[in-house]
């Protein structure tokens, strides 16, 4: 974040990656969304965006990579920000993403740094796209179960930024590649607090409860899992299936904010009355501590 005057600040990110889904179009929603979230998590507006992009051209076809910026495209505009230009090398395996420039109040800017005990926990999209998009690697995941998951990947958190401003946020992340236990430890350290989390009340992809079963959890959630041991404990009930989903690495998740507990029902029906994929009381923040997690 960079101030320009005392009413405007810039908020600056930048993400890539390389195909989660089979789907052209599919890809690049996704990874715009993914790229954009992070100013959403900010409680942010985005304005520009460039195109990152790596593409094997001599060895897939152009179209290919056309259909990908479409993909981009929509998303862009969907969020109201506009595609100003990019930057593409020849790689030989597909990559995509943005670099994005909003702004922001400085005074009304969200942290992970905030929280406070006594605070509730709000998500507003199902876990579990990590292990469902490794399911689709290995031919275990239903044509539906793919539109179900592409759908919660390509949804933008522009939604469900707009709704919680309305109310007390007091710390703010997006669920993504450190899984969900891994963004809340990153709050409860930052904000020096503990935390307790609701496993029951987590809203999962349903597809993914089904391949957590069978195992299929990308590398990522197992180092997530491996790192968390000394943050967080869980009830003897847990089987290590239920523990990784937890951690599951996820890819443009939703919002995961912290808000006063007086506020924390009507901060989830009005992310419901939004259209946004779930609006889930999941735990609280408590302490003061070291940002320790128990998952109940």
Not at 32 to 51: E, H, R
Not at 74 to 87: D, F, N, P, R, Y
Not at 255 to 261: D, E, G, M
């Amino acid at each position: 974040m960079y101030a320009l005057t005392p009413d405007i600040a810039l908020v600056q990110t930048v993400d890539f990656f390389t195909p989660v889904v089979d789907d052209a179009v599919d890809f690049g929603r996704i990874a715009a969304a993914n790229a954009l979230s992070d100013v959403y998590a900010m409680g942010g507006k985005p304005l520009t965006a460039l195109n990152l992009v790596g593409f094997p051209i001599s060895k897939l076809p152009g179209g290919i990579l056309a259909a990908i910026l479409q993909g981009g495209l929509e998303k862009i505009t969907e969020s109201g920000a506009v595609l100003i230009g990019g930057h593409s090398v020849d790689d030989p395996e597909p990559k995509y993403g943005l670099a994005v420039t909003g702004i922001v109040h400085p005074d009304r800017v969200w942290t992970n740094a905030g929280g406070q005990p006594g605070d509730a926990l709000l998500l507003t999209k199902p876990i579990g796209s990590g292990v469902v998009t490794t399911g689709i690697k290995r031919d275990l995941v239903s044509p539906g179960e793919i539109a179900e998951v592409t759908a919660v990947m390509a949804a933008l958190n522009r939604s469900a930024a707009e709704t919680l401003s309305g109310f007390s946020v007091h710390a703010c992340t997006d669920v993504t590649g450190f899984g969900l236990l891994g963004h809340l430890c990153e709050l409860t350290c930052a904000s020096g607090v503990t935390a307790e989390v609701y496993a029951a009340a987590v809203p999962v992809i349903p597809a993914a409860r089904r391949l957590a079963g069978a195992q299929a959890f990308p590398g990522g959630s197992r180092a997530n899992a491996r790192y968390l041991e000394r943050w967080v404990t869980y009830a003897d009930t847990f089987s290590e299936a239920d523990r990784l989903l937890l951690c599951d690495a996820n890819t443009s998740g939703g919002l995961l904010a912290a808000v006063p507990a007086a506020e924390a029902e009507a901060a989830a029906m009005a992310l419901k009355q939004a259209g946004c994929l779930a609006g889930a009381v999941i735990g609280r923040l408590t302490g003061p501590g070291e940002g320790r997690i128990r998952v109940l």
